[in-house]
Structures are given as structure tokens and as C-alpha cells.
């Protein structure tokens, strides 16, 4: 009995560790939230211009709240199929 507890202990928290990811990653996002709100950046925005947007790529966790999933690429539509002849009749 001791051996399978031990033999399962891992694997429970390997399992509890990729559970709580998402949890880490929204705490991490109302960190960085936090301090962008805090003004402690005040200064440097007042002194610096800036910076360009980045443009998104692809995350590892895009469903995550303070991530942008990679844009879509839509294709352009198709122009309509040239009639030729006559419509059949049956």
C-alpha cells in the first residue's frame, strides 16, 4: 500500500501543477494590470513616447484572459464561376 501511494503521489502532482496553470497565469495578468494601473510607470510614460503595438502571436494558452490569440487569416471571396452556355433543362 505504501508503494502505490508513493508511485501515485507524482503523478497527482503533476497533475495538480498543470491544473493550477491557468490560475497562475490570470495572477499574473492582474499583477501586470495592477502595475500598469499603480503609477509608478507615470514618469517614464511622461518622458518616453510610445511604444508600438505588437503584433500577436501565437500563446501558448490563448483562451487565457490577458492574451490575444494569433489573428485569423481570412481569405480573400471568390469571383463567381463564368456561365458558359445554356442552363441544362431536364
Known sequence: MLLTILAVAPVLAVL???AAQPL?????????ERAARSGA???RAA???APEPVWPGPTAY??????VAAALRIPAPRR???????????
Open 47 to 49: 518622458t518616453e513616447p
Open 16 to 18: 495538480l501543477v498543470m
Open 80 to 90: 463567381p464561376l463564368p456561365v458558359r452556355g445554356a442552363p441544362a433543362t431536364h
Open 24 to 32: 497562475f497565469e490570470i495572477w499574473d495578468a492582474r499583477a501586470s
Open 62 to 67: 490563448p483562451e487565457s484572459p490577458g492574451h
Open 41 to 43: 510607470d507615470d514618469h
